[in-house]
């Protein structure tokens, strides 16, 4: 009897686990947040304006604090608040005295998402700011010309992150589609593309290139904080393209024959003597 009833009472617990659970096929497991790093970044400066830029790689705790040594006549106090890429953010201004000769004006942001990027400014009475450009590293290698390759061929598309600047913790690429960019997956079509990445180098490899293939192509450095893109255009010519100067000065040389030809046979017909 006593057997049933531990039997039972295991059958009634595990009924009660899976429907508090429910099923897992309709479950969605959470993503997991990346823990926020507090950071600070201060600034002192003199005159009207200064620019820092700032690296960020994680999502953190932003302390952002701006030191304005004023002009040479210093009231004793002045208004000062802070914008985000332009708008005045609310609830924060406020009088900032003047202390050792100088004023401090200090806040801290949640640097969360790609969201929070962007351009941070602390504001003195409308005389004096300072602008923290917020981004994840960019991409230096830049190309201002289109890659060149022929119909049928296999090209390499690159980018690369600057030695000097942290490498990512991958790479993504995308091609352009009108307003969006569709996500290149090697995987789902391995006899199209490939993927290489190394650290700060990626490399996509096309194959059996059409002229569908041409038009832009974004590679993507990706950070825990954002996706920093970098564009690389490609074009595509047949084999026929490059000899079309050469057909065409052929075709100038081989009118002007004719017309030479022609002049000269007129020429002759008009300087035969006439009747017999």
């Not at 091609?175 to 650290?199: H, S, W």
Request: net charge negative; proline share 6%; charged share 20%.
């Amino acid at each position: 009897m006593s057997g049933n009833v531990c039997l039972f009472l295991n059958w009634f617990c595990l009924l009660v686990s899976w429907e508090a659970e429910g099923p897992e096929s309709t479950q969605t497991p959470p993503v997991s947040s990346v823990p926020l790093i507090p950071a600070v970044k201060s600034v002192v400066f003199k005159g009207e304006s200064h620019v820092e830029n700032v690296q960020v790689l994680k999502p953190t705790y932003l302390s952002l604090e701006c030191t304005w040594t004023g002009r040479q006549n210093k009231p004793p106090n002045i208004t000062g608040f802070w914008r985000k890429d332009g708008s005045e953010l609310t609830s924060s201004r406020h009088t900032v005295l003047l202390e050792n000769q100088q004023y401090n004006l200090k806040r801290e942001f949640t640097i969360a998402d790609e969201e929070s990027l962007g351009n941070y400014s602390c504001v003195f009475d409308n005389q004096a700011e300072v602008d923290f450009i917020l981004a994840a590293p960019r991409i230096g290698d830049v190309r201002d010309k289109p890659i060149v390759a022929y119909v049928g061929d296999s090209v390499v598309l690159e980018c690369k992150m600057e030695d000097t600047k942290p490498k990512p913790n991958t790479w993504n690429w995308y091609r352009a589609n009108e307003t969006e960019k569709d996500f290149i997956n090697p995987e789902a079509d391995p006899l199209r593309y490939g993927v290489q990445n190394k650290e700060g180098k990626t490399r996509l490899t096309v194959h059996n290139l059409t002229e569908v293939d041409a038009g832009a192509y974004y590679c993507g450095a990706v950070y825990d904080i954002s996706i920093t893109m970098s564009r690389v255009d490609l074009r595509i010519i047949t084999f026929m393209e490059p000899l079309k100067p050469f057909l065409f000065i052929v075709a100038e040389v081989l009118v002007l024959v004719s017309i030479i030809l022609l002049y000269e046979r007129g020429k002759s017909q008009g300087s035969q003597p006439m009747g017999g």
